[in-house]
Protein backbone atom coordinates (compact mmCIF):
# COMPACT_ATOMS: atom_id res chain seq x y z
CA UNK A 1 0.00 0.00 0.00
CA UNK A 2 2.44 2.52 0.92
CA UNK A 3 4.66 1.60 -2.57
CA UNK A 4 1.12 2.15 -4.61
CA UNK A 5 1.40 5.33 -2.38
CA UNK A 6 4.18 6.73 -3.53
CA UNK A 7 3.99 5.44 -7.26
CA UNK A 8 0.51 7.71 -7.50
CA UNK A 9 1.27 10.44 -5.76
CA UNK A 10 4.76 10.75 -7.96
CA UNK A 11 2.44 10.42 -10.78
CA UNK A 12 0.68 13.47 -9.60
CA UNK A 13 3.22 15.53 -8.45
CA UNK A 14 5.19 15.30 -11.75
CA UNK A 15 2.23 16.84 -13.93
CA UNK A 16 1.65 19.62 -11.24
CA UNK A 17 5.60 20.57 -10.84
CA UNK A 18 6.59 20.18 -14.73
CA UNK A 19 4.26 23.68 -14.94
CA UNK A 20 5.59 25.43 -11.90
CA UNK A 21 9.29 24.73 -13.75
CA UNK A 22 7.63 26.09 -17.13
CA UNK A 23 6.13 28.98 -15.56
CA UNK A 24 9.56 29.92 -14.29
CA UNK A 25 11.50 29.18 -17.64
CA UNK A 26 8.84 28.94 -20.16
CA UNK A 27 5.62 30.38 -20.41
CA UNK A 28 6.49 33.75 -20.32
CA UNK A 29 8.12 33.59 -23.35
CA UNK A 30 5.89 31.44 -25.36
CA UNK A 31 2.45 32.69 -24.41
CA UNK A 32 3.09 35.77 -22.82
CA UNK A 33 5.43 37.05 -25.26
CA UNK A 34 3.61 40.46 -26.11
CA UNK A 35 4.65 42.22 -22.46
CA UNK A 36 8.30 43.16 -21.36
CA UNK A 37 9.97 40.38 -19.42
CA UNK A 38 9.07 40.89 -15.58
CA UNK A 39 5.54 41.59 -17.00
CA UNK A 40 5.66 37.95 -18.93
CA UNK A 41 6.95 36.41 -15.74
CA UNK A 42 4.33 37.76 -12.99
CA UNK A 43 1.82 36.99 -15.76
CA UNK A 44 3.24 33.17 -15.79
CA UNK A 45 3.20 33.07 -12.40
CA UNK A 46 -0.18 34.33 -11.96
CA UNK A 47 -1.42 31.69 -14.00
CA UNK A 48 0.73 29.17 -11.88
CA UNK A 49 -1.45 30.64 -9.22
CA UNK A 50 -4.38 29.61 -10.58
CA UNK A 51 -3.81 26.11 -10.06
CA UNK A 52 -3.42 26.69 -6.54
CA UNK A 53 -6.45 28.49 -6.36
CA UNK A 54 -8.62 25.66 -7.97
CA UNK A 55 -7.39 23.41 -5.01
CA UNK A 56 -9.56 23.75 -2.09
CA UNK A 57 -12.81 23.54 -4.73
CA UNK A 58 -10.97 20.18 -5.26
CA UNK A 59 -10.79 19.10 -1.58
CA UNK A 60 -14.31 20.12 -1.21
CA UNK A 61 -15.62 18.05 -4.06
CA UNK A 62 -12.81 14.70 -3.12
CA UNK A 63 -13.24 15.45 0.69
CA UNK A 64 -17.60 14.82 0.11
CA UNK A 65 -17.01 12.00 -2.27
CA UNK A 66 -14.31 10.15 -0.15
CA UNK A 67 -15.64 10.69 2.73
CA UNK A 68 -19.18 9.00 1.55
CA UNK A 69 -18.20 6.28 -1.51
CA UNK A 70 -14.14 5.38 -0.42
CA UNK A 71 -10.56 6.75 -0.77
CA UNK A 72 -9.54 5.01 -3.65
CA UNK A 73 -12.23 6.04 -6.58
CA UNK A 74 -11.65 9.65 -6.31
CA UNK A 75 -7.80 8.72 -6.37
CA UNK A 76 -8.20 7.00 -9.87
CA UNK A 77 -10.08 10.38 -10.81
CA UNK A 78 -7.72 12.71 -9.85
CA UNK A 79 -5.11 10.69 -11.63
CA UNK A 80 -7.20 10.81 -14.42
CA UNK A 81 -7.92 14.79 -14.54
CA UNK A 82 -4.29 15.63 -14.11
CA UNK A 83 -3.18 13.53 -16.73
CA UNK A 84 -5.58 14.40 -19.53
CA UNK A 85 -4.54 18.38 -18.45
CA UNK A 86 -1.33 18.26 -18.43
CA UNK A 87 -1.56 16.36 -21.80
CA UNK A 88 -3.59 19.23 -23.07
CA UNK A 89 -0.82 22.03 -22.19
CA UNK A 90 1.36 20.12 -24.30
CA UNK A 91 -0.46 20.27 -27.58
CA UNK A 92 -1.62 23.49 -26.54
CA UNK A 93 -0.95 26.29 -29.47
CA UNK A 94 1.08 29.71 -28.06
CA UNK A 95 0.35 33.18 -28.07
CA UNK A 96 1.87 33.83 -31.71
CA UNK A 97 -0.79 31.26 -32.88
CA UNK A 98 -3.94 32.06 -31.46
CA UNK A 99 -3.24 34.95 -29.60
CA UNK A 100 -5.23 35.73 -25.47
CA UNK A 101 -6.59 32.80 -26.32
CA UNK A 102 -3.42 30.52 -25.21
CA UNK A 103 -3.03 32.28 -22.26
CA UNK A 104 -6.63 31.78 -21.64
CA UNK A 105 -6.81 28.15 -22.06
CA UNK A 106 -3.41 27.50 -19.83
CA UNK A 107 -5.15 28.93 -17.42
CA UNK A 108 -8.53 26.67 -17.94
CA UNK A 109 -5.85 23.26 -17.93
CA UNK A 110 -4.26 24.85 -14.83
CA UNK A 111 -7.15 25.06 -13.00
CA UNK A 112 -8.38 21.51 -13.76
CA UNK A 113 -4.47 20.53 -12.41
CA UNK A 114 -5.80 22.34 -9.75
CA UNK A 115 -8.84 20.55 -8.95
CA UNK A 116 -7.09 16.95 -9.61
CA UNK A 117 -4.04 18.11 -7.15
CA UNK A 118 -6.55 19.38 -4.91
CA UNK A 119 -8.28 16.04 -4.83
CA UNK A 120 -5.22 13.76 -4.72
CA UNK A 121 -3.14 14.35 -1.43
CA UNK A 122 -5.88 13.52 0.85
CA UNK A 123 -6.99 10.20 -0.15
CA UNK A 124 -3.09 9.53 -0.67
CA UNK A 125 -2.07 10.03 2.89
CA UNK A 126 -5.20 9.19 4.58
CA UNK A 127 -5.16 5.70 2.70
CA UNK A 128 -1.40 4.92 3.38
CA UNK A 129 -2.10 6.10 7.09
CA UNK A 130 -5.15 4.50 7.77
CA UNK A 131 -3.30 1.00 6.70
CA UNK A 132 -0.08 1.62 8.86
CA UNK A 133 -0.02 0.14 11.98
CA UNK A 134 -0.02 2.02 15.11
CA UNK A 135 3.17 3.20 16.16
CA UNK A 136 4.70 3.23 12.30
CA UNK A 137 2.02 5.76 11.08
CA UNK A 138 4.81 8.40 9.90
CA UNK A 139 6.89 6.44 8.21
CA UNK A 140 3.88 4.62 6.45
CA UNK A 141 2.89 8.46 6.09
CA UNK A 142 6.20 9.25 4.44
CA UNK A 143 5.61 7.24 1.62
CA UNK A 144 3.13 9.84 0.54
CA UNK A 145 5.05 12.16 0.91
CA UNK A 146 7.99 11.16 -1.27
CA UNK A 147 6.24 11.19 -3.95
CA UNK A 148 6.19 14.54 -3.80
CA UNK A 149 10.45 14.96 -4.52
CA UNK A 150 10.10 12.14 -6.71
CA UNK A 151 7.73 14.02 -8.60
CA UNK A 152 9.72 17.33 -8.79
CA UNK A 153 12.71 15.32 -9.53
CA UNK A 154 10.98 13.35 -12.40
CA UNK A 155 9.36 16.69 -13.96
CA UNK A 156 12.71 18.80 -13.39
CA UNK A 157 15.18 15.88 -14.66
CA UNK A 158 12.75 15.37 -17.80
CA UNK A 159 12.53 19.04 -18.75
CA UNK A 160 16.56 19.76 -18.08
CA UNK A 161 17.64 16.58 -20.39
CA UNK A 162 14.73 17.72 -22.82
CA UNK A 163 15.90 21.63 -22.85
CA UNK A 164 19.57 20.04 -22.91
CA UNK A 165 18.91 17.61 -25.94
CA UNK A 166 16.99 20.10 -27.91
CA UNK A 167 19.04 23.31 -27.33
CA UNK A 168 17.42 26.93 -26.25
CA UNK A 169 15.84 27.64 -29.94
CA UNK A 170 14.38 24.13 -30.33
CA UNK A 171 13.40 24.04 -27.33
CA UNK A 172 11.47 27.12 -26.78
CA UNK A 173 10.05 26.54 -30.12
CA UNK A 174 8.54 22.71 -29.78
CA UNK A 175 10.47 20.65 -27.48
CA UNK A 176 9.40 22.39 -23.96
CA UNK A 177 6.01 19.76 -24.81
CA UNK A 178 7.61 16.96 -24.99
CA UNK A 179 7.57 16.29 -20.88
CA UNK A 180 3.70 17.55 -21.06
CA UNK A 181 2.76 14.85 -23.52
CA UNK A 182 4.83 12.25 -21.71
CA UNK A 183 2.05 12.29 -19.05
CA UNK A 184 0.00 10.10 -21.10
CA UNK A 185 2.67 7.31 -20.69
CA UNK A 186 2.67 8.16 -16.85
CA UNK A 187 -1.01 7.87 -16.26
CA UNK A 188 -1.03 4.58 -17.58
CA UNK A 189 1.33 3.07 -14.81
CA UNK A 190 -0.40 5.48 -12.05
CA UNK A 191 -3.72 3.62 -13.32
CA UNK A 192 -2.42 0.24 -12.99
CA UNK A 193 -1.36 0.34 -10.14
CA UNK A 194 -4.56 2.61 -8.23
CA UNK A 195 -6.79 0.33 -9.32
CA UNK A 196 -5.32 -2.29 -7.14
CA UNK A 197 -5.71 -0.40 -4.23
CA UNK A 198 -8.46 -1.25 -1.54
CA UNK A 199 -10.25 1.01 1.28
CA UNK A 200 -8.86 0.58 4.52
CA UNK A 201 -11.21 -1.84 6.73
CA UNK A 202 -12.21 0.37 9.38
CA UNK A 203 -13.39 2.93 6.44
CA UNK A 204 -15.45 0.10 4.83
CA UNK A 205 -16.92 -1.02 8.27
CA UNK A 206 -18.34 2.76 8.96
CA UNK A 207 -19.71 2.88 5.02
CA UNK A 208 -21.37 -0.74 5.68
CA UNK A 209 -22.85 0.27 8.57
CA UNK A 210 -24.25 3.35 6.79
CA UNK A 211 -22.16 5.57 9.15
CA UNK A 212 -20.78 8.18 6.67
CA UNK A 213 -21.61 11.61 6.86
CA UNK A 214 -24.13 13.36 4.60
CA UNK A 215 -22.35 16.42 4.13
CA UNK A 216 -18.90 15.44 5.58
CA UNK A 217 -17.18 19.12 4.48
CA UNK A 218 -20.01 20.94 6.55
CA UNK A 219 -20.24 18.71 9.32
CA UNK A 220 -16.08 18.84 9.63
CA UNK A 221 -16.44 22.93 10.04
CA UNK A 222 -18.78 22.36 12.33
CA UNK A 223 -17.53 19.95 14.50
CA UNK A 224 -13.65 20.46 13.81
CA UNK A 225 -12.72 23.63 12.67
CA UNK A 226 -10.01 24.21 14.84
CA UNK A 227 -7.82 21.31 13.68
CA UNK A 228 -9.09 22.85 9.92
CA UNK A 229 -7.56 26.28 11.32
CA UNK A 230 -4.59 24.26 12.38
CA UNK A 231 -3.38 22.08 9.36
CA UNK A 232 -4.17 25.30 7.26
CA UNK A 233 -1.33 27.22 9.75
CA UNK A 234 1.22 23.89 9.73
CA UNK A 235 1.09 24.57 5.88
CA UNK A 236 1.92 27.99 5.03
CA UNK A 237 6.17 28.01 6.33
CA UNK A 238 6.39 24.45 4.84
CA UNK A 239 4.57 24.97 1.18
CA UNK A 240 6.09 28.42 1.16
CA UNK A 241 9.48 27.79 1.49
CA UNK A 242 9.18 24.58 -1.17
CA UNK A 243 7.52 27.47 -4.12
CA UNK A 244 10.09 29.76 -3.45
CA UNK A 245 12.79 27.77 -4.17
CA UNK A 246 12.08 25.12 -6.68
CA UNK A 247 9.67 28.13 -8.97
CA UNK A 248 10.17 31.13 -7.38
CA UNK A 249 13.85 30.81 -7.29
CA UNK A 250 14.32 29.34 -10.62
CA UNK A 251 13.32 33.11 -12.07
CA UNK A 252 15.43 34.78 -9.30
CA UNK A 253 18.75 32.33 -10.42
CA UNK A 254 17.93 33.34 -14.18
CA UNK A 255 17.50 37.14 -13.77
CA UNK A 256 21.01 36.95 -11.44
CA UNK A 257 22.95 34.63 -13.19
CA UNK A 258 21.69 35.27 -16.72
CA UNK A 259 18.97 32.49 -18.39
CA UNK A 260 21.56 29.90 -19.82
CA UNK A 261 22.53 29.20 -16.18
CA UNK A 262 21.30 25.63 -15.24
CA UNK A 263 22.54 25.98 -11.15
CA UNK A 264 18.27 26.30 -10.42
CA UNK A 265 17.26 22.96 -12.24
CA UNK A 266 20.51 21.44 -10.88
CA UNK A 267 19.87 22.15 -7.44
CA UNK A 268 16.10 21.29 -7.82
CA UNK A 269 17.07 17.91 -9.04
CA UNK A 270 19.95 17.29 -6.04
CA UNK A 271 17.46 18.35 -3.79
CA UNK A 272 14.78 16.26 -4.64
CA UNK A 273 17.02 13.04 -5.53
CA UNK A 274 18.22 13.57 -1.28
CA UNK A 275 14.84 14.20 -0.11
CA UNK A 276 12.95 10.60 -1.17
CA UNK A 277 15.41 9.48 1.50
CA UNK A 278 15.23 11.82 4.20
CA UNK A 279 11.55 12.27 4.51
CA UNK A 280 11.51 8.72 4.67
CA UNK A 281 14.10 9.64 7.89
CA UNK A 282 12.13 12.05 8.95
CA UNK A 283 9.04 10.15 9.36
CA UNK A 284 9.98 7.29 11.11
CA UNK A 285 11.92 10.28 13.03
CA UNK A 286 8.19 11.60 14.16
CA UNK A 287 7.14 8.40 15.67
CA UNK A 288 9.81 8.32 18.06
CA UNK A 289 9.98 12.13 18.90
CA UNK A 290 6.68 12.92 18.11
CA UNK A 291 4.71 15.26 15.01
CA UNK A 292 5.92 17.98 17.29
CA UNK A 293 8.99 18.35 17.92
CA UNK A 294 10.14 17.47 14.31
CA UNK A 295 7.70 20.19 13.18
CA UNK A 296 8.87 23.17 14.80
CA UNK A 297 12.59 22.28 14.44
CA UNK A 298 11.92 23.10 10.58
CA UNK A 299 9.99 26.03 10.71
CA UNK A 300 12.53 27.73 13.20
CA UNK A 301 15.48 26.64 10.62
CA UNK A 302 13.62 27.59 7.12
CA UNK A 303 14.18 30.95 7.63
CA UNK A 304 18.00 30.95 7.86
CA UNK A 305 18.21 28.39 5.11
CA UNK A 306 16.13 30.79 2.79
CA UNK A 307 18.64 33.37 3.68
CA UNK A 308 21.82 30.83 3.07
CA UNK A 309 20.08 30.64 -0.52
CA UNK A 310 19.73 34.32 -1.27
CA UNK A 311 23.28 34.44 -0.14
CA UNK A 312 24.30 31.74 -2.29
CA UNK A 313 22.57 32.95 -5.94
CA UNK A 314 24.77 36.30 -4.92
CA UNK A 315 27.61 34.35 -4.88
CA UNK A 316 27.26 32.85 -8.53
CA UNK A 317 28.77 29.55 -7.03
CA UNK A 318 26.65 26.55 -8.24
CA UNK A 319 28.03 24.10 -5.96
CA UNK A 320 27.01 26.51 -2.95
CA UNK A 321 23.61 27.09 -4.67
CA UNK A 322 22.95 23.51 -4.67
CA UNK A 323 24.11 22.68 -1.44
CA UNK A 324 21.45 25.93 -0.21
CA UNK A 325 18.90 24.37 -1.87
CA UNK A 326 19.64 20.67 -0.37
CA UNK A 327 20.17 21.90 3.76
CA UNK A 328 16.64 24.04 2.78
CA UNK A 329 14.72 20.87 1.80
CA UNK A 330 15.93 17.80 2.88
CA UNK A 331 16.59 18.95 6.41
CA UNK A 332 14.00 21.81 7.04
CA UNK A 333 11.27 21.36 4.99
CA UNK A 334 11.24 17.59 5.20
CA UNK A 335 10.92 17.89 9.10
CA UNK A 336 7.60 19.77 8.41
CA UNK A 337 6.11 17.74 5.38
CA UNK A 338 7.58 14.09 6.46
CA UNK A 339 4.96 14.14 9.47
CA UNK A 340 1.82 15.78 7.87
CA UNK A 341 0.03 12.53 6.25
CA UNK A 342 0.24 11.02 10.06
CA UNK A 343 -0.32 14.21 11.82
CA UNK A 344 -3.18 15.55 9.78
CA UNK A 345 -5.08 12.58 9.74
CA UNK A 346 -4.62 11.80 13.44
CA UNK A 347 -6.32 15.05 14.29
CA UNK A 348 -9.61 14.16 12.88
CA UNK A 349 -12.37 11.54 13.31
CA UNK A 350 -12.83 8.75 10.52
CA UNK A 351 -16.00 10.01 9.11
CA UNK A 352 -14.58 13.56 8.38
CA UNK A 353 -10.97 12.58 7.80
CA UNK A 354 -10.64 13.09 4.07
CA UNK A 355 -12.39 16.46 3.84
CA UNK A 356 -10.89 17.56 7.24
CA UNK A 357 -7.04 17.01 6.23
CA UNK A 358 -7.69 17.89 2.47
CA UNK A 359 -9.32 21.43 3.31
CA UNK A 360 -6.45 22.19 5.57
CA UNK A 361 -3.93 21.50 3.43
CA UNK A 362 -5.18 22.66 0.72
CA UNK A 363 -6.37 26.20 1.89
CA UNK A 364 -2.82 26.50 3.38
CA UNK A 365 -1.17 25.94 0.15
CA UNK A 366 -3.43 28.69 -1.63
CA UNK A 367 -2.12 31.49 0.93
CA UNK A 368 1.32 30.91 1.28
CA UNK A 369 1.88 28.51 -2.20
CA UNK A 370 -0.09 29.98 -5.08
CA UNK A 371 1.04 33.40 -4.33
CA UNK A 372 4.04 32.94 -3.02
CA UNK A 373 5.86 33.38 -6.36
CA UNK A 374 4.37 36.07 -7.42
CA UNK A 375 4.48 37.99 -3.79
CA UNK A 376 7.96 37.48 -4.22
CA UNK A 377 8.73 38.82 -7.50
CA UNK A 378 6.80 41.83 -6.87
CA UNK A 379 8.77 42.76 -3.58
CA UNK A 380 12.10 41.90 -5.20
CA UNK A 381 10.92 44.83 -7.74
CA UNK A 382 9.87 46.80 -4.55
CA UNK A 383 13.63 46.02 -3.06
CA UNK A 384 15.05 47.37 -6.27
CA UNK A 385 16.00 43.28 -7.13
CA UNK A 386 17.30 42.74 -3.30
CA UNK A 387 15.44 39.78 -1.37
CA UNK A 388 15.17 41.43 1.66
CA UNK A 389 11.10 42.14 1.65
CA UNK A 390 11.34 38.53 0.28
CA UNK A 391 12.66 37.32 4.01
CA UNK A 392 10.24 39.27 5.89
CA UNK A 393 7.49 37.74 4.05
CA UNK A 394 8.28 34.29 4.97
CA UNK A 395 9.12 34.93 8.42
CA UNK A 396 5.70 35.90 8.58
CA UNK A 397 4.76 32.87 7.18
CA UNK A 398 6.73 30.67 9.81
CA UNK A 399 5.57 32.81 12.45
CA UNK A 400 1.99 31.38 12.10
CA UNK A 401 3.31 28.04 11.52
CA UNK A 402 5.49 27.69 14.47
CA UNK A 403 2.39 29.39 16.29
CA UNK A 404 0.42 26.45 15.25
CA UNK A 405 2.89 23.50 15.98
CA UNK A 406 2.83 24.39 19.07
CA UNK A 407 -0.85 24.75 19.85
CA UNK A 408 -1.71 21.46 17.75
CA UNK A 409 -2.22 17.94 19.91
CA UNK A 410 0.53 15.39 20.03
CA UNK A 411 -0.92 12.78 18.44
CA UNK A 412 2.23 10.16 17.42
CA UNK A 413 1.58 8.17 20.71
CA UNK A 414 -1.95 7.47 20.50
CA UNK A 415 -2.20 4.20 19.81
CA UNK A 416 -5.75 3.80 17.51
CA UNK A 417 -6.05 6.38 14.79
CA UNK A 418 -10.02 5.65 14.51
CA UNK A 419 -11.19 8.30 16.37
CA UNK A 420 -14.78 8.33 15.64
Known sequence: MAFASAIGTTIEWYDFYLY?????????????????????TLAAFATFAAGFGARPIGA????????????????VGALL??????????????????????????????????LAVGAEWGGAAILTVEH??????????????????????????????????????????????????????????????????????????LRDQGGVARLPVLEVL??????????????????????????????????NLGEDSD??????????AVSIGTTLVWGGLTDR??????????????????????????TGSTVLIVL???LATSVFFDAMAAGQPAWFSELFPLHLRYSGVSLGYQIGSVLAGGFTPLIAAALVLAGDGRPWWVLLYYAGLAAVTITCAALARETAFEEQLDRT
Open 289 to 314: FGRKRPYLFGAVGAVAALALFFLAVD
Open 263 to 272: AGLIAVVVSS
Open 81 to 114: LMGGASTLIGLLPTYATIGMLAPALLVVLRTLQG
Open 132 to 205: APPGRRGWFGGFTQIGSPAGMLLATGVFWITRTAAGPEAFLAWAWRLPFLLSVVLVGVGLAVRLRLRDAPEFQR
Open 20 to 40: ATASALVFNKVFFSSVDPATG
Open 324 to 326: AVV
Open 222 to 255: RAAPVPVLLTTGLRLSQIGLYVMLTTYGLSYISA
Open 60 to 75: VVAGHLGDRIGRKAVL
